[in-house]
Protein backbone atom coordinates (compact mmCIF):
# COMPACT_ATOMS: atom_id res chain seq x y z
CA UNK A 1 0.00 0.00 0.00
CA UNK A 2 0.85 3.50 0.08
CA UNK A 3 3.21 4.94 2.32
CA UNK A 4 5.14 7.88 3.61
CA UNK A 5 8.57 7.98 5.01
CA UNK A 6 10.37 10.95 6.52
CA UNK A 7 13.30 11.33 8.45
CA UNK A 8 13.34 10.99 12.30
CA UNK A 9 13.44 13.79 14.95
CA UNK A 10 13.52 15.97 16.65
CA UNK A 11 15.97 18.06 14.20
CA UNK A 12 18.03 20.90 16.42
CA UNK A 13 19.27 23.58 14.50
CA UNK A 14 20.36 27.10 15.40
CA UNK A 15 18.66 30.53 14.33
CA UNK A 16 19.58 31.12 10.48
CA UNK A 17 20.88 27.76 9.64
CA UNK A 18 19.99 26.04 6.95
CA UNK A 19 16.91 22.89 6.93
CA UNK A 20 16.27 19.80 4.76
CA UNK A 21 13.98 17.77 6.40
CA UNK A 22 13.75 14.64 4.02
CA UNK A 23 10.49 12.79 2.46
CA UNK A 24 10.28 9.78 0.28
CA UNK A 25 7.05 7.99 -0.83
CA UNK A 26 5.41 4.92 -2.57
CA UNK A 27 2.62 5.07 -4.45
CA UNK A 28 1.01 4.29 -7.80
CA UNK A 29 0.85 6.17 -9.96
CA UNK A 30 1.18 10.36 -9.50
CA UNK A 31 -0.37 11.47 -6.28
CA UNK A 32 -0.33 15.12 -5.03
CA UNK A 33 2.04 15.96 -2.15
CA UNK A 34 2.20 17.76 0.99
CA UNK A 35 3.93 19.12 3.79
CA UNK A 36 2.09 20.31 6.44
CA UNK A 37 3.22 22.12 9.76
CA UNK A 38 1.87 21.58 13.40
CA UNK A 39 2.37 24.60 16.12
CA UNK A 40 3.09 23.99 19.43
CA UNK A 41 -0.86 24.08 20.53
CA UNK A 42 -1.99 24.51 17.33
CA UNK A 43 -3.81 22.39 14.53
CA UNK A 44 -2.28 21.03 11.52
CA UNK A 45 -1.69 23.48 8.18
CA UNK A 46 -0.77 23.11 5.15
CA UNK A 47 2.40 24.74 3.90
CA UNK A 48 2.89 23.92 1.10
CA UNK A 49 2.00 21.38 -2.29
CA UNK A 50 2.34 20.12 -5.21
CA UNK A 51 0.46 18.10 -7.65
CA UNK A 52 2.96 16.54 -10.79
CA UNK A 53 6.43 15.77 -10.95
CA UNK A 54 9.08 18.42 -11.35
CA UNK A 55 5.97 21.43 -9.36
CA UNK A 56 7.78 23.13 -6.65
CA UNK A 57 5.63 24.04 -3.67
CA UNK A 58 6.75 27.29 -1.85
CA UNK A 59 5.65 29.50 0.96
CA UNK A 60 6.82 31.51 3.78
CA UNK A 61 10.74 30.51 2.79
CA UNK A 62 10.03 26.80 2.84
CA UNK A 63 10.24 24.85 -0.33
CA UNK A 64 9.95 21.14 -1.92
CA UNK A 65 10.60 19.89 -5.73
CA UNK A 66 8.23 16.68 -6.52
CA UNK A 67 10.68 14.23 -7.66
CA UNK A 68 8.90 11.52 -9.11
CA UNK A 69 12.38 9.80 -10.54
CA UNK A 70 13.65 9.63 -6.84
CA UNK A 71 10.00 9.47 -5.29
CA UNK A 72 11.28 12.76 -3.01
CA UNK A 73 9.43 15.76 -1.68
CA UNK A 74 11.85 16.94 0.86
CA UNK A 75 11.49 20.21 2.49
CA UNK A 76 14.30 23.26 2.58
CA UNK A 77 14.54 26.48 4.10
CA UNK A 78 17.70 28.62 3.60
CA UNK A 79 17.41 30.45 7.26
CA UNK A 80 15.16 28.89 9.96
CA UNK A 81 13.31 30.70 12.86
CA UNK A 82 12.96 30.14 16.33
CA UNK A 83 9.20 31.03 15.28
CA UNK A 84 9.56 27.60 13.02
CA UNK A 85 9.97 25.16 15.73
CA UNK A 86 7.03 22.84 14.91
CA UNK A 87 6.42 19.34 14.20
CA UNK A 88 6.16 19.09 9.61
CA UNK A 89 4.22 16.14 8.00
CA UNK A 90 4.65 14.73 4.94
CA UNK A 91 1.46 13.58 3.12
CA UNK A 92 0.37 12.27 0.07
CA UNK A 93 -3.19 11.69 -1.79
CA UNK A 94 -4.15 10.23 -4.94
CA UNK A 95 -6.82 12.53 -6.09
CA UNK A 96 -8.60 15.25 -4.81
CA UNK A 97 -11.59 14.10 -2.23
CA UNK A 98 -9.42 11.43 -0.38
CA UNK A 99 -7.89 11.18 2.05
CA UNK A 100 -4.23 11.79 3.34
CA UNK A 101 -1.95 9.36 4.08
CA UNK A 102 0.96 11.21 6.40
CA UNK A 103 5.15 10.05 7.41
CA UNK A 104 5.28 9.98 11.26
CA UNK A 105 5.85 13.70 11.45
CA UNK A 106 9.57 15.60 12.13
CA UNK A 107 9.65 17.81 15.22
CA UNK A 108 11.99 20.59 14.45
CA UNK A 109 13.84 22.76 17.23
CA UNK A 110 15.36 26.06 16.76
CA UNK A 111 17.66 27.99 19.16
CA UNK A 112 18.36 31.23 19.15
CA UNK B 1 -15.16 32.09 12.29
CA UNK B 2 -14.48 30.71 8.80
CA UNK B 3 -13.12 27.46 9.96
CA UNK B 4 -12.95 23.92 11.13
CA UNK B 5 -14.63 23.42 14.50
CA UNK B 6 -14.55 20.90 16.81
CA UNK B 7 -16.44 19.59 20.13
CA UNK B 8 -15.11 19.28 22.84
CA UNK B 9 -11.46 20.47 22.63
CA UNK B 10 -10.61 17.94 25.88
CA UNK B 11 -12.69 14.48 26.99
CA UNK B 12 -11.94 12.58 29.99
CA UNK B 13 -13.85 9.11 30.06
CA UNK B 14 -14.05 5.71 31.99
CA UNK B 15 -13.12 2.67 30.35
CA UNK B 16 -16.28 0.70 28.87
CA UNK B 17 -18.25 4.35 28.37
CA UNK B 18 -19.30 5.83 25.18
CA UNK B 19 -18.37 9.01 23.99
CA UNK B 20 -19.17 11.17 21.30
CA UNK B 21 -17.36 14.00 19.20
CA UNK B 22 -18.21 16.38 16.87
CA UNK B 23 -17.07 18.15 13.75
CA UNK B 24 -18.60 21.42 12.74
CA UNK B 25 -16.86 21.39 8.79
CA UNK B 26 -16.05 24.90 6.70
CA UNK B 27 -19.31 26.06 5.30
CA UNK B 28 -19.73 24.82 1.69
CA UNK B 29 -17.44 22.22 2.23
CA UNK B 30 -18.90 18.80 0.95
CA UNK B 31 -15.78 16.74 2.03
CA UNK B 32 -15.17 15.70 5.67
CA UNK B 33 -12.31 13.54 7.17
CA UNK B 34 -11.62 11.90 10.55
CA UNK B 35 -8.09 11.35 11.41
CA UNK B 36 -6.66 9.61 14.63
CA UNK B 37 -3.03 11.02 16.30
CA UNK B 38 -1.64 9.07 18.52
CA UNK B 39 2.09 8.89 19.72
CA UNK B 40 2.46 5.26 18.65
CA UNK B 41 0.88 5.46 15.46
CA UNK B 42 1.14 8.99 14.31
CA UNK B 43 -1.59 10.15 12.20
CA UNK B 44 -3.96 7.69 11.23
CA UNK B 45 -6.89 8.46 8.68
CA UNK B 46 -10.55 6.66 9.93
CA UNK B 47 -13.22 7.88 7.56
CA UNK B 48 -14.22 9.93 4.84
CA UNK B 49 -17.72 11.68 3.78
CA UNK B 50 -18.87 12.89 0.56
CA UNK B 51 -22.09 14.48 1.47
CA UNK B 52 -23.41 12.41 3.93
CA UNK B 53 -22.68 9.41 2.45
CA UNK B 54 -19.65 7.39 3.79
CA UNK B 55 -17.33 6.18 0.63
CA UNK B 56 -14.38 5.64 2.38
CA UNK B 57 -14.75 3.63 5.88
CA UNK B 58 -11.45 1.95 5.78
CA UNK B 59 -9.73 2.86 8.84
CA UNK B 60 -12.15 2.81 11.20
CA UNK B 61 -9.85 0.24 13.65
CA UNK B 62 -13.06 -1.67 14.98
CA UNK B 63 -17.02 -2.18 14.63
CA UNK B 64 -17.41 0.51 18.55
CA UNK B 65 -16.17 2.89 15.99
CA UNK B 66 -18.98 4.55 13.92
CA UNK B 67 -19.19 8.37 12.50
CA UNK B 68 -22.39 10.00 10.52
CA UNK B 69 -22.89 13.25 8.83
CA UNK B 70 -26.14 15.27 8.38
CA UNK B 71 -27.03 17.68 6.37
CA UNK B 72 -23.84 17.28 4.27
CA UNK B 73 -22.67 19.49 7.42
CA UNK B 74 -21.79 18.53 11.05
CA UNK B 75 -20.16 15.37 11.53
CA UNK B 76 -20.06 13.14 15.04
CA UNK B 77 -17.83 10.43 15.79
CA UNK B 78 -18.85 7.64 18.06
CA UNK B 79 -16.85 5.39 20.09
CA UNK B 80 -18.84 2.48 22.35
CA UNK B 81 -17.43 0.76 24.99
CA UNK B 82 -14.24 3.12 25.27
CA UNK B 83 -10.82 1.54 25.69
CA UNK B 84 -7.57 2.87 27.05
CA UNK B 85 -6.01 2.38 23.35
CA UNK B 86 -8.31 4.40 21.98
CA UNK B 87 -6.99 7.56 23.85
CA UNK B 88 -5.45 9.94 21.31
CA UNK B 89 -6.33 13.51 19.37
CA UNK B 90 -9.42 13.29 17.03
CA UNK B 91 -9.01 15.63 14.09
CA UNK B 92 -11.48 16.69 11.86
CA UNK B 93 -10.87 17.93 8.22
CA UNK B 94 -12.79 19.27 5.45
CA UNK B 95 -12.48 20.31 1.71
CA UNK B 96 -14.11 21.63 -1.65
CA UNK B 97 -14.69 18.36 -3.33
CA UNK B 98 -12.40 18.75 -5.92
CA UNK B 99 -9.54 21.06 -4.71
CA UNK B 100 -7.61 18.12 -2.38
CA UNK B 101 -6.07 20.40 0.25
CA UNK B 102 -7.73 19.69 3.22
CA UNK B 103 -8.63 21.96 6.28
CA UNK B 104 -8.04 21.18 10.12
CA UNK B 105 -9.82 21.63 13.23
CA UNK B 106 -8.52 21.66 16.69
CA UNK B 107 -8.82 18.37 17.47
CA UNK B 108 -10.59 16.69 20.55
CA UNK B 109 -8.10 15.00 23.30
CA UNK B 110 -9.86 11.93 24.08
CA UNK B 111 -8.10 10.51 27.08
CA UNK B 112 -9.55 7.18 28.24
CA UNK B 113 -8.78 6.46 32.10
Known amino acids: GDSVTQMEGPVTLSEEAFLTINCTYTATGYPSLFWYVQYPGEGLQLLLK?????DKGSNKGFEATYRKETTSFHLEKGSVQVSDSAVYFCALSHQAGTALIFGKGTTLSVSS | GAGVSQSPSNKVTEKGKDVELRCDPI?????LYWYRQSLGQGLEFLIYFQGNSAPDKSGLPSDRFSAERTGGSVSTLTIQRTQQEDSAVYLC???????????FGPGTRLTVL
Open chain 2, 93 to 103: ASSLGTSGEQF
Open chain 1, 50 to 54: ATKAD
Open chain 2, 27 to 31: SGHTA
